[in-house]
């Protein structure tokens, strides 16, 4: 009898589309987004995913790029959610599976068994996306995970309370289990220069083996978009401070392209 056939997970979608933030950008993925998150970030661009909903439904696509989707009633089961990727998978060959959200962390218990029996059945490499602050359920399911990509949530930026502590604990848990990652700070015309040498102080002794990618939001509200200039600054300003080139600026390209 399978231990995790009880196990249901609460999801938005399941899809095939192209990374298009950070280290892994331009990658084809399997997309797995977790409904739920604990945060209300000004320009979350994934508002229909925030909360866990009884009578919800994901939607999932039938076949890879289609976008062909069926919705079926959350929660979905860990059976069905296998299935459902393993056939997006036979279309063709994914680089990585992204586990992104709302926040997945909340849901880390099912990911714990669902990472191991994806790494036993395909070839695809784990990429689990996070607001890098929730670092117990990090520690829950870490060792199977191929990168990370986590973000620093700057109050300036998101209009959230400060997460410092948390983060702090987020990165002492990736250098202790020697991961693949990625820090992403999502920055906006009001962040501020506390929030950002806080920032890259937290990242002082990673920078070597954690790349720091500066990500310009993108908004709707034009009035949040950094400047040329600004976004020249902070870049500078990082460098600076951390004594290292390792600082990238990189936007979210699959909206340039019309992807989801
Ligand atoms: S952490 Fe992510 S999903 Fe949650 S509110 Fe912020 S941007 Fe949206």
Redesign the pocket.
């Known amino acids: 009898m399978h231990t995790s056939e009880n196990k249901k997970a609460y999801i938005s979608e399941l899809f095939s589309g192209i990374q298009g933030e950070g280290l892994w950008v331009g990658l084809r993925q399997i997309f797995l987004r977790f409904s739920g ?5 000004q ?5 229909n ?2 909360n866990i909903k009884q009578n919800s439904f994901a939607k999932i696509e039938k076949t890879a790029g289609k976008r062909d989707f069926e919705e079926f009633k959350n929660p979905l089961s860990f059976d069905f959610l296998l299935e459902s990727i393993y056939s997006l998978e036979k279309d063709f060959k994914h680089h990585s599976i992204s586990l992104t ?3 997945p962390l909340l849901q880390a218990n099912f990911i714990k068994d669902f990472i191991i029996d994806l790494k036993k059945n395909s070839s695809l490499l784990i990429y689990l996306e996070t ?1 890098g602050h929730r670092f117990e359920e990090l520690e829950q399911l870490i060792n199977n995970l191929d990168i990370i990509s986590f ?1 620093l ?1 700057l109050p300036s930026s ?1 209009g ?1 309370k400060p997460l410092w502590e948390q983060h702090c604990k987020f990165i002492e848990l990736i250098k202790k289990y020697n991961k693949k990652a990625y820090a992403k700070m ?1 920055l906006t015309s009001q962040t501020t220069k506390h929030d950002l040498e806080q920032s890259f102080d937290l990242m002082k002794n990673s920078i070597e083996n954690c790349t720091l990618v500066l990500q310009p939001v993108t908004s709707s509200d034009l009035s949040l978009i950094p400047s040329p200039k600004q976004i020249l600054n902070w870049q500078a300003m990082g460098i600076n401070q951390l004594k290292s080139p390792n600082i990238r600026v990189i936007p979210q390209t699959h909206k340039f392209i019309g992807q989801i």
Request: one cysteine or more; a negative charge; proline letters at 5%.
């Open positions: 998150c604990d945060l209300r970030c320009w979350c661009d994934t508002p995913s925030l959200g709302g926040e607001g973000d949530k998101t959230e999502v």
